[in-house]
C-alpha cells in the first residue's frame, strides 16, 4: 500500500500538542512507531493515549539542549531500529514589533525554529541512524516564512530558514536516498492560534479569516500532508515547499 507507513519508525519533535500531537497520532494509525519528543511528559503521555500500537516510544526534552539529541537519538535506533522518517513540529511563536526585538528575542525562536531541527537532520543522516533505503525528512514551515507578516519578523525569518535549509539539504543529502521537504500551513486551530485570537482584536480576526477562502485549517490537513511526505507514494519529491493553507498564498 503506496500511502502507508507500516513498519515505519518517525521521529516528531513537538509531539506534545497542537500539529506535532496530530501528526503522532495519524501517523500511528497509518502503521508507524512512532518517537515522539516534546517538553512535558504528562501532554507526551496524552498523545501517546491517543496513538494506534503499543510501541511509541517518548522523550520529554529540550530541543535547544543540543548535546543531548545525540543520546535521544541513539536511544531510539537501539529501541526501534533505524529512523525512517522525521518531522519537525517543534516551534514557537513571538509577535513583536521590529523596534522591540532584542538579539536574544531572535535567538529563542530561531532555536527551537530551526537550529534544532538542522541538528536533528545530521544526527539522524548518519549511517548508522539512516535505513539502507533512505528516509524522508518533513519541516513543518509557515506561510508566513515566505510572504512575511507585519509584527512577526523573528518568527518569520526562523520559518523562512527552513525553507532554504530544506532546498540545501535536499541536495546535500539525496546521494544518501534522503528526501527533504517543507510544509508551509496557514493558521491552523490549534491552542496557539486559539490564544493568538484572544489577544488581537475582532478586526484582526477578521482579517486573518479573510486571507483564508476555505477557512482556518484542522491539524489533521497538516498530518495528512506530511504523512504523503513521508510515505512511498512521494518518492520523488525532495526540496519542495508544499503549501497546506486554505487558499492563504493565492492572494
Not at 514589533?97 to 535567538?107: A, G, Q, T, V
Not at 491552542?191 to 488581537?200: A, D, R
Request: proline content about 3%; some cysteine.
Amino acid at each position: 500500500m503506496i500511502y502507508s507507513l507500516e513498519s515505519l519508525n518517525i521521529l516528531i519533535t513537538g509531539a506534545s500538542s497542537g500539529i506535532g500531537r496530530q501528526c503522532a497520532i495519524s501517523c500511528s494509525k497509518m502503521g508507524a512507531r512512532v518517537i515522539l519528543i516534546g517538553l512535558e511528559a504528562d501532554k507526551l503521555q496524552e498523545t501517546v493515549s491517543q496513538m494506534d500500537g503499543s510501541d511509541h516510544i517518548y522523550f520529554a526534552q529540550d530541543i535547544t539542549e543540543y548535546e543531548k539529541l545525540d543520546s535521544i537519538i541513539k536511544e531510539s535506533v537501539e529501541k526501534t531500529g533505524p529512523i525512517h522518517g522525521f518531522i519537525h513540529s517543534a516551534g514557537i511563536e513571538m509577535s513583536r514589533p521590529l523596534k522591540i526585538l532584542k538579539p536574544e528575542n531572535f535567538e529563542k525562536v530561531i532555536a527551537v525554529n530551526a537550529i534544532a531541527a538542522f541538528e536533528i537532520v545530521r544526527i539522524l543522516s548518519k549511517i548508522k541512524n539512516l535505513p539502507a533505503e533512505g528516509a524522508s525528512y518533513v519541516l513543518i514551515s509557515s506561510v508566513m516564512g515566505d510572504l512575511g507578516d507585519i509584527g512577526n519578523v523573528a518568527y518569520c525569518s526562523s520559518k523562512g530558514a527552513l525553507l532554504s535549509a530544506g532546498k540545501a539539504m535536499a541536495l546535500e543529502l539525496a546521494p544518501k536516498k534522503i528526501r527533504v521537504n517543507c510544509v508551509l500551513p496557514g493558521v491552523v486551530e490549534t491552542e496557539m492560534s486559539k490564544q493568538l485570537f484572544l489577544t488581537i482584536s475582532e478586526e484582526s480576526r477578521n482579517s486573518i479569516l479573510k486571507m483564508h477562502p476555505l477557512g482556518l485549517g484542522k491539524p489533521e490537513d497538516i498530518a495528512n500532508a506530511c504523512i504523503f511526505l513521508l510515505s512511498g507514494a512521494s518518492r520523488w519529491i525532495t526540496g519542495t515547499n508544499f503549501y497546506i493553507d486554505g487558499g492563504y498564498s493565492a492572494h
